[in-house]
């Protein structure tokens, strides 16, 4: 069989014809209305998440015949269209795989907006009790929420059990011998030998961890084995910097951070800014690109405090990547692709916050190695974690739910050691080991930090240069997986030791 040139073949019999240009019209229509769905449910603005009613509208996307079609297509393209085919493969094999558990997704979204906890008499909205529960300074009434949270999401738990189920006798169906098998091959990551880069990281950097952690968890009484998640969520707050983070401030230094890279943010009419605060709204801050790059939502709810800026800064990376990419690449290089990509950049301005040039610039505190020496202690943290949450991920998804409670407690309570409820075993989880991907864009982000520095200066943030390189990058979305990105940038490929050079030269 020649190459393929028009993309209109046909299937089984002869009788049923798809045309690969209407599925990547309706992929890119159907990301547009899920995200737009997610951002209504997530901001708080629509009690109920109905996606079952899109893909419903969609659902010619998610028979298997698509899914088969798109692969063998896959075999006879040249290089250019293997790439979007590629990206486009993986979506329709996650699309398949989405449609058939859409009413379990649909039910523990729904249910988790709708609960309440009630704690010494208080009634309060769930998603907003985590916020209270990492603010309250007291740790019994702290202990009391984490425990009604606890108590709460058996209904959850139920609810995911059977969804992870489905999605596990899906992927066998689809021909893979795993879950894992699947995303693993179709994402393009060796889950294996990043997990064996990360054991590394954790390997050199157990001692410090442990020691630093130790000193955090002292200020409250406890040795670090006697803590539980509440306590490091409450440490992680870091109040003590809040002086300096406050609750209408971080909007302002985005602003300002992005008009030092030569990025006004007020003339990008295509990012919407949600930082209403509203009962239901998820405590989490998140990106929806409704329509790349048209119309981009960054939502935070404001609360004050460095993660606050963390976690707008972070998202903001996303928005500024999603508004920046042109219209005119193909839908697959816009909506789909690696996502570790997005992640970097997310990572690239959310670790601005740990540049004692940029603290001093737009932060000005007294004396900033306290808060230095917490924001890469946070960082170390989160690697570790999602090392383990990694880890615990291949086992979940290559041998099955039968036990993995006990198994989710022992490798998070190995690599972090503080006490970790067997309960959250599927509520500390996302679809496709994403874990992967924030672990890749870690590494990437190091590595393109350094080449900023190099380029740019170390104060690469007040270069409007700097903004001209990154939206270069930004131009042709997740046009390139990160490896390759890193590749084009120079690199040999990833490289964990920058990483790991600047957390010991920050913490040590």
Not at 11 to 21: A, F, T, V
Request: charged share 30%; proline share 3%.
């Amino acid at each position: 069989m020649g190459k393929v040139k028009n993309f209109k073949h046909l299937l089984g019999d002869g009788h049923s014809m798809i045309d690969i240009e209407k599925v990547r019209k309706d992929v890119e229509m159907c990301e547009r209305e899920l995200n737009e769905e997610y951002y209504l449910n997530l901001s708080g603005l629509k009690e109920e998440l109905n996606t079952a009613s899109i893909m419903e509208k969609y659902s010619s996307l998610f028979e298997r015949e698509v899914v088969d079609h798109v692969a063998a297509l896959r075999e006879v393209s040249d290089p250019e269209d293997e790439r979007r085919l590629r990206y486009l493969h993986y979506v329709v094999t996650h699309y398949y795989i989405l449609e058939r558990v859409k009413d379990l997704t649909d039910s523990k979204e729904t249910e988790e907006t709708r609960m309440k906890i009630t704690v010494e008499g208080e009634e309060m909205p769930y998603r907003l009790s985590g916020v209270t529960m990492l603010n309250e300074d007291n740790r019994p009434k702290r202990q009391a929420i984490h425990n009604a949270r606890l108590d709460a999401i058996d209904p959850l738990n139920q609810i995911m059990e059977e969804r992870m189920k489905k999605m596990h006798a899906l992927a066998k169906e689809l021909g893979y011998a795993n879950y894992a098998k699947l995303y693993g091959t179709l994402k393009g990551i060796n889950f294996t030998s990043l997990l064996s880069e990360i054991k590394e990281l954790k390997r050199r950097t157990d001692r410090l961890y442990k020691d630093k952690m130790s000193e955090v968890t002292e200020r409250i009484g406890l040795k670090l084995e006697e803590a539980e998640k509440h306590d490091i969520a409450y440490l992680l707050r870091a109040k003590q910097f809040d002086p300096h983070f406050t609750k209408g401030g971080s909007l302002p230094a985005l602003q300002n951070t992005l008009k030092g890279l030569g990025i006004d943010m007020n003339a990008q009419k295509n990012i919407i800014v949600d930082v209403e605060e509203r009962e239901k709204k998820t405590p989490r801050a998140f990106c929806a690109p409704i329509e790349i790059p048209d119309k981009v939502m960054l939502v935070t709810m404001p609360q004050g405090g460095y993660s606050d800026y963390s976690s707008l800064f972070h998202e903001a990376g996303h928005a500024e990547h999603f508004a920046n990419t042109s219209a005119g690449e193909p839908m697959e290089f816009k909506y789909l692709g690696d996502n570790s990509v997005t992640e970097s950049f997310a990572f690239i301005f959310d670790y601005l916050l740990t540049d004692r040039n940029w603290v001093d610039e737009y932060i000005k505190m007294p004396d900033t190695d306290a808060y230095i020496e917490h924001a890469y202690l946070e960082k170390l943290f989160f690697l570790r974690r999602y090392g383990a949450k990694l880890e615990y991920e291949m086992r979940l998804h290559t041998e099955g739910l039968p036990g993995m409670d006990s198994v989710y407690k022992t490798i998070l309570e190995d690599s972090l050691v503080f006490d970790h409820p067997e309960k959250h075993y599927l509520l500390d989880h996302d679809d496709g080991l994403y874990c992967s991907q924030y672990l890749r864009a870690w590494i990437f982000e190091a590595q393109l930090r350094d080449l900023l520095k190099e380029k740019f200066g170390e104060k690469w943030f007040l270069n409007s240069d700097s903004g001209g390189f990154l939206t270069d990058l930004w131009t042709v979305g997740q046009k390139f997986d990160v490896v390759e990105l890193a590749q084009n940038e120079g690199f040999q490929g990833l490289d964990v030791e920058p990483l790991l050079e600047e957390i010991m030269t920050n913490l040590e």
